[in-house]
């Protein structure tokens, strides 16, 4: 449930919850205050005062009903006498003037201590300041036979109801304010509550994640914005926590790299610095073994060279500091020239080279043709450091559908283990770690094939069994057309 529409609920029920608590507690207190007030034989509660208002009202009506149709009667004092009990028992009394002269006065009246007359009583509720009771007061005009008129003056002593009336309003009151209060109270300590300890938990993980400890997951079990700022959080941790093991990881890299180059470089240098040595020493002392010394020395260089060259590619291509020239290029054609031309190579002999294809058409895709050729360079120089058959063969081959291309080069060398093959595209990576001149390099030529691939939209990946030999796999987007002299 979202913030808002939990927001909106406690709204509601603030302003429902205290309602429905009020009408109980005012229904209590009436109750409660207004018990048989007027005695009347147990009745208890609401119903007993409204049922007394209802009697009076009842017998009044009767009252006056019997002044419209028999005036003569209120000249009666036994009925008079005898209607004013039954009124008495209803706490109201009668008062009866006959040419606005008092006939008849109910007992009930005169014990009342009026402080004026009754014609100045005005009916309607009324109050005596002095005595803090109420009246009730109701007048009806009657006409006797004679011609003389008369009134009827109902006077109803309420003092009960508003005394208890004095105690009861300011508890109500009280209630309201309590209901409100505590209702409100309750309501914004659930809704506080269920933000401030998911917010309690964010501030302790930034604490943790202050401190270096990105260990710690932050689980928030919500499905509202909370809930998506604590999945924030955990996804920052996630990305901190992989950010800082990368940075780990690069720095044993660059470690392991300062140390292998180190190594490399130091080797042909030791080399250049033995033949000078010997050059020197006047070891050289023939034509035959000067010429021997300038070769190895030329060697050594070559091989700096070399892997500076390596290392220069591979920090550019690492960097995105390399522009891809990417162009329409037949991928079949390329393939196909590539091991013409490798076949003179000096270092193929005795190597069968071939290349195969089922395409019979030109196979065309975007790439970039100076830096697919590196990536022949390095896959075909990496499998000719581990030939170890009598007969060495290297299989390119070219597979086609209607989205890329896939090269497969393939030797039947050494092979790689199942665990060395999940590395050998990481930079710096050998699987013989003991860099021996026979398999020497930085471990960057695949990683460099990687980085290529990868940067013409394509993918690489390797198979291999041990003692069975390595394949490896790459693949280039195909396009739809070429132009004719493209791949030449």
Same mark, same amino acid.
């Given at each position: 449930?979202?913030?808002?529409?939990?927001?909106?609920?406690?709204?509601?029920?603030?302003?429902?919850?205290?309602?429905?608590?009020?009408?109980?507690?005012?229904?209590?207190?009436?109750?409660?205050?207004?018990?048989?007030?007027?005695?009347?034989?147990?009745?208890?509660?609401?119903?007993?005062?409204?049922?007394?208002?209802?009697?009076?009202?009842?017998?009044?009506?009767?009252?006056?009903?019997?002044?419209?149709?028999?005036?003569?009667?209120?000249?009666?004092?036994?009925?008079?006498?005898?209607?004013?009990?039954?009124?008495?028992?209803?706490?109201?009394?009668?008062?009866?003037?006959?040419?606005?002269?008092?006939?008849?006065?109910?007992?009930?009246?005169?014990?009342?201590?009026? $402080?004026?007359?009754?014609?100045?009583?005005?009916?309607?509720?009324?109050?005596?300041?002095?005595?803090?009771?109420?009246?009730?007061?109701?007048?009806?005009?009657?006409?006797?036979?004679?011609?003389?008129?008369?009134?009827?003056?109902?006077?109803?002593?309420?003092?009960?109801?508003?005394?208890?009336?004095?105690?009861?309003?300011?508890?109500?009151?009280?209630?309201?304010?309590?209901?409100?209060?505590?209702?409100?109270?309750?309501?914004?300590?659930?809704?506080?509550?269920?933000?401030?300890?998911?917010?309690?938990?964010?501030?302790?993980?930034?604490?943790?994640?202050?401190?270096?400890?990105?260990?710690?997951?932050?689980?928030?079990?919500?499905?509202?914005?909370?809930?998506?700022?604590?999945?924030?959080?955990?996804?920052?941790?996630?990305?901190?926590?992989?950010?800082?093991?990368?940075?780990?990881?690069?720095?044993?890299?660059?470690?392991?790299? &300062?140390?292998? &180059?180190?190594?490399?470089?130091?080797?042909?240098?030791?080399?250049?610095?033995?033949?000078?040595?010997?050059?020197?020493?006047?070891?050289?002392? *023939?034509?035959? $073994?000067?010429?021997?010394?300038?070769?190895?020395?030329?060697?050594?260089?070559?091989?700096?060279?070399?892997? &500076?060259?390596?290392?220069?590619?591979?920090?550019?291509?690492?960097?995105?500091?390399?522009?891809?020239?990417?162009?329409?290029?037949?991928?079949?054609?390329?393939?196909?020239?590539?091991?013409?031309?490798?076949?003179?190579?000096?270092?193929?002999?005795?190597?069968?080279?071939?290349?195969?294809?089922?395409?019979?058409?030109?196979?065309?895709?975007?790439?970039?043709?100076?830096?697919?050729?590196?990536?022949?360079?390095?896959?075909?120089?990496?499998?000719?450091?581990?030939?170890?058959?009598?007969?060495?063969?290297?299989?390119?081959?070219?597979?086609?559908?209607?989205?890329?291309?896939?090269?497969?080069?393939?030797?039947?060398?050494?092979?790689?283990?199942?665990?060395?093959?999940?590395?050998?595209?990481?930079?710096?990576?050998?699987?013989?770690?003991?860099?021996?001149?026979?398999?020497?390099?930085?471990?960057?030529?695949?990683?460099?094939?990687?980085?290529?691939?990868?940067?013409?939209?394509?993918?690489?990946?390797?198979?291999?069994?041990?003692?069975?030999?390595?394949?490896?796999?790459? *693949?280039?987007?195909?396009?739809?057309?070429?132009?004719?002299?493209?791949?030449?």
């Amino acid at each position: 449930m979202s913030i808002k529409k939990r927001l909106l609920l406690s709204y509601i029920a603030m302003t429902f919850i205290p309602i429905v608590l009020f009408a109980l507690i005012a229904t209590a207190l009436f109750s409660a205050f207004y018990t048989d007030m007027a005695g009347t034989g147990g009745r208890k509660g609401m119903p007993a005062f409204w049922e007394e208002s209802a009697q009076r009202r009842d017998l009044i009506a009767g009252v006056k009903f019997m002044a419209q149709t028999e005036p003569e009667r209120f000249m009666d004092r036994d009925f008079l006498k005898k209607t004013d009990e039954q009124l008495n028992r209803l706490q109201t009394g009668l008062v009866v003037l006959n040419n606005n002269r008092v006939s008849y006065t109910s007992p009930f009246v005169e014990n009342l201590e009026l $402080k004026q007359p009754i014609q100045e009583m005005k009916t309607s509720w009324t109050q005596n300041r002095r005595e803090k009771s109420r009246f009730s007061v109701e007048k009806y005009d009657i006409a006797f036979s004679d011609g003389t008129s008369g009134t009827v003056y109902f006077v109803s002593d309420l003092k009960s109801f508003f005394a208890e009336a004095r105690k009861f309003f300011p508890l109500l009151f009280l209630s309201l304010l309590l209901v409100i209060g505590l209702t409100n109270g309750f309501l914004t300590y659930l809704v506080s509550r269920s933000f401030i300890q998911p917010l309690y938990m964010l501030k302790k993980a930034a604490n943790h994640f202050k401190e270096g400890n990105l260990d710690h997951e932050v689980k928030l079990k919500r499905k509202d914005e909370i809930g998506e700022l604590g999945a924030a959080f955990e996804e920052m941790r996630a990305r901190l926590h992989e950010s800082i093991h990368l940075q780990l990881q690069y720095e044993e890299n660059r470690k392991e790299l &300062i140390s292998n &180059i180190s190594h490399d470089l130091k080797t042909p240098i030791t080399g250049i610095k033995a033949c000078v040595q010997g050059i020197q020493d006047g070891i050289v002392d *023939t034509a035959a $073994k000067q010429d021997k010394y300038m070769k190895m020395i030329a060697k050594k260089a070559e091989d700096m060279d070399v892997l &500076i060259d390596e290392l220069m590619l591979y920090s550019k291509l690492d960097l995105n500091r390399m522009p891809f020239h990417l162009e329409p290029l037949d991928i079949r054609s390329f393939l196909r020239d590539y091991v013409e031309e490798l076949r003179i190579d000096p270092r193929m002999k005795g190597i069968k080279l071939t290349f195969s294809t089922s395409n019979d058409n030109p196979v065309p895709v975007m790439a970039d043709r100076e830096k697919l050729s590196r990536v022949m360079v390095n896959i075909i120089g990496n499998s000719l450091k581990y030939m170890d058959k009598q007969e060495m063969e290297i299989l390119v081959e070219l597979f086609a559908d209607e989205e890329k291309a896939t090269v497969h080069i393939r030797d039947n060398g050494l092979g790689i283990d199942s665990e060395a093959q999940q590395h050998i595209f990481d930079r710096f990576y050998r699987a013989d770690p003991s860099r021996n001149t026979e398999t020497g390099g930085s471990g960057l030529g695949l990683a460099i094939v990687k980085q290529i691939v990868e940067g013409q939209g394509g993918t690489v990946w390797v198979e291999s069994q041990l003692g069975e030999g390595t394949g490896i796999y790459f *693949t280039l987007m195909r396009v739809k057309t070429i132009e004719t002299n493209s791949d030449h």
